[in-house]
């Protein structure tokens, strides 16, 4: 680890800056604590993800995150994760932030290097891990001036895990220590494969063979009139197409039954413990927690909440993980970027209006075009789990490289 001039005249200068007020942190939880940071360019939803992976594979973990700006929302975090903001660049608010915090291990997600944090982590031999590190192949002016501190600070880190072979060159280039530097992949978010009974499965699979079945997942009220018009054109073309609908809100089935009867289809209902026989024609599945299980029954799935503005939806990733071609509507809050990363490999098909949800669906019941349209989301999806896992072992293994070390000292 080289000393770096600009490094030391930064943080002399830092001692000098006015300390913030702070609102009073929660108190520490007893036990180990790792320590999660959300660089700019990270992503919190990845992170969550990261965190998740951690906690089920040493369930007495405890985690911090932070945000640099406040402390951030924990949605899809381990339930007893503590948030807290970053400290201000100063070796006092660092020193403070630690001796509160008490990290086994602190790792840095992004690009951000928070000088006065680091240098503080080290000295108190803190291990640290930058996580999803990106760099650019070619340095600007600015990177090269700064180089020195720069290279100072990547000294200090144990390990430092690059997005892809031009980020790894972009760290060597930036002096960090070479043979710490590997190439781990971007964590980018996912979803955990979502269970399901498996005698349940095996039961309506063979209930289903040889029935072409689509599900529409988590579909809203107002996007009901285009599904049904949807299954009804589909049927045309294969008239024992079944149609496994699960609404938005489950307490909806039973009416949701009542108009299709009342319309003439031949309807079943889950909650009421009916079976899709071979005459049923739309199977409502109104019941929690059995996602996972149509995803795997149904070979193509219609993302609902997408079609028409305002709905929630759910994360296409969940049907990905599970082989189930995906199509959706031109309306992806809240998951654009998982979308975007569908559609970059050519693994979800988009119906534009109600009215082309019908062409759509049609199209995807030949098995090849479905087949393709699984196979690239699962690939992406696989990919980004094995991220999450290369990622989440390295953190365990310094956490625990760390408590031998404790124990040989003592």
């Known amino acids: 680890m080289g000393r770096s001039l600009l490094l030391w005249a930064y943080l002399l200068a830092a001692r000098r800056s006015q300390p913030e007020a702070r609102p009073d942190r929660e108190a520490r939880p007893k036990g180990a604590l790792v320590w999660l940071h959300a660089g700019r360019s990270a992503s919190l939803a990845s992170l969550a993800q990261l965190a998740q992976r951690l906690v089920r594979e040493q369930k007495s973990l405890h985690l911090l995150v932070t945000t640099e700006a406040a402390p951030p929302a924990l949605a899809g975090f381990p339930k007893?994760?503590?948030?807290?903001?970053?400290?201000?660049?100063?070796?006092?608010?660092?020193?403070?932030?630690?001796?509160?915090?008490?990290?086994?291990?602190?790792?840095?997600?992004?690009?951000?290097?928070?000088?006065?944090?680091?240098?503080?982590?080290?000295?108190?031999?803190?291990p640290l891990l930058l996580v999803d590190a990106s760099a650019p192949a070619r340095l600007s002016l600015g990177a090269r001036l700064r180089r020195g501190m720069t290279a100072s600070l990547l000294g200090r880190f144990s390990r430092l895990l690059a997005q892809d072979p031009d980020s790894a060159r972009g760290l060597q280039r930036l002096g960090a220590p070479v043979g710490r530097i590997e190439i781990a992949g971007r964590i980018e978010e996912t979803s955990e494969p979502l269970t399901c009974n498996e005698a349940e499965r095996e039961v309506l699979a063979q209930l289903l063979q040889a029935r072409p079945v689509w599900f529409a997942a988590a579909c809203p009220e107002a996007e009901e009139e285009a599904v049904i018009a949807a299954h009804a054109h589909a049927m045309r073309l294969s008239h024992r197409m079944l149609l496994i609908i699960a609404p938005a809100n489950p307490s909806r089935g039973p009416a949701l039954s009542e108009r299709l009867s009342r319309e003439g289809?031949?309807?079943?209902?889950?909650?009421?413990?009916?079976?899709?026989?071979?005459?049923?024609?739309?199977?409502?599945?109104?019941?929690?927690?059995?996602?996972?299980?149509?995803?795997?029954?149904?070979?193509?799935?219609?993302?609902?909440?997408?079609?028409?503005?305002?709905?929630?939806?759910?994360?296409?990733?969940?049907?990905?993980?599970?082989?189930?071609?995906?199509?959706?509507?031109?309306?992806?809050?809240?998951?654009?970027?998982?979308?975007?990363r569908l559609a970059e490999a050519r693994a979800t098909r988009c119906a534009a209006t109600p009215e082309a949800l019908a062409s759509t669906i049609s199209e995807l019941m030949a098995p090849d075009r479905a087949a393709l349209l699984a196979h690239n989301a699962w690939a992406v999806s696989s990919g980004g789990a094995e991220v999450t896992d290369r990622v989440a072992q390295a953190i365990l293994e310094t956490l625990a490289s760390r408590r031998d070390r404790t124990t040989e000292a003592a």
């Open 265 to 340: 289809w031949v309807v079943a209902r889950r909650s009421a413990d009916e079976e899709p026989d071979p005459e049923v024609q739309a199977y409502i599945a109104d019941t929690e927690g059995e996602m996972g299980l149509w995803y795997r029954l149904a070979p193509v799935t219609f993302m609902g909440g997408t079609l028409l503005p305002g709905g929630a939806g759910r994360n296409p990733f969940e049907a990905a993980a599970l082989g189930s071609a995906i199509m959706h509507g031109p309306h992806l809050n809240p998951y654009p970027d998982a979308y975007g």
């Open 80 to 126: 007893a994760t503590r948030a807290d903001a970053l400290p201000p660049e100063a070796p006092a608010e660092a020193d403070r932030f630690l001796d509160h915090w008490a990290p086994d291990v602190a790792v840095l997600a992004g690009s951000d290097l928070p000088a006065a944090l680091v240098v503080a982590a080290h000295g108190r031999g803190v």
